[in-house]
Structures are given as C-alpha cells and as structure tokens.
C-alpha cells in the first residue's frame, strides 16, 4: 500500500521561497506518474506541476518559470521548489501519485504566502 507524506508547508514573504517534500512509502512502480496539486480556500483542487514516468515535466501557467518539480528515485521523495511566492500561491498543496488505474494522494501540506 503506497503512502504519500508532504513537508515543508509554512508563512513566507512574498517573493520568498519554499521546497515542498512528499516521501512514499511502499512501491511507487516506474510506470506512475506524479504531481502537485493546491487548493485555495473554497476553491476545487488544481494541478500545479506533474512528472511523467518518463521524466517528463509539465506547469500550470500560473506557476511556469517560478516553481519546479523533481524526483528522487533512490529517496522515492518528490519535491517542488517554489520561488517568488506570491499572496495568490497561498493553498494547501498535495502530492498526487497515479497510474492508470490507481491514485494515491498526501494529506497536504498549507503554504501561506503573507507579510
């Protein structure tokens, strides 16, 4: 049974950075996908970053240039890098693994971005 555990969640300035981390436990197969999603207070979940089985990235507009995704295979830790943070990046974030036919999700991690 995989397991997914985000940290790394807190207050920031804006224009501040934070590293997200989301450890699984169990067998994450090379054949699954993985992403960040966030939800902003009463608002549905969005993705924000996935990476494919294969390596391949992808970002929301909203976040292109400023947040990156990444993977450690060895660690089965995903990570996203998040750099000049704005007040609207403000959301609980999750970690998302999936394949064709499962989907495992995180609990969530809260980032708030404030002076």
């Known amino acids: 049974q995989v397991q997914l555990v985000e940290s790394g969640g807190g207050l920031v300035l804006p224009g501040g950075s934070l590293r997200l981390s989301c450890a699984a436990s169990?067998?994450?197969?090379?054949?699954?996908?993985m992403g960040w999603y966030r939800q902003a207070p009463g608002k549905q979940p969005v993705l924000v970053a996935l990476i494919t089985s294969g390596g391949t990235t992808n970002y929301a507009d909203s976040v292109k240039d400023r947040f990156f995704i990444s993977k450690d295979n060895a660690k089965n830790t995903l990570y996203l890098q998040m750099n000049s943070l704005k007040p609207e990046d403000t959301a609980v974030y999750y970690c998302?693994?999936?394949?064709?036919?499962?989907?495992?999700w995180g609990q969530g991690t809260q980032v708030i971005v404030s002076s």
């Open positions: 998302r693994a999936w394949s064709t036919l499962k989907s495992v």
């Open positions: 169990g067998s994450i197969s090379s054949t699954w996908h």
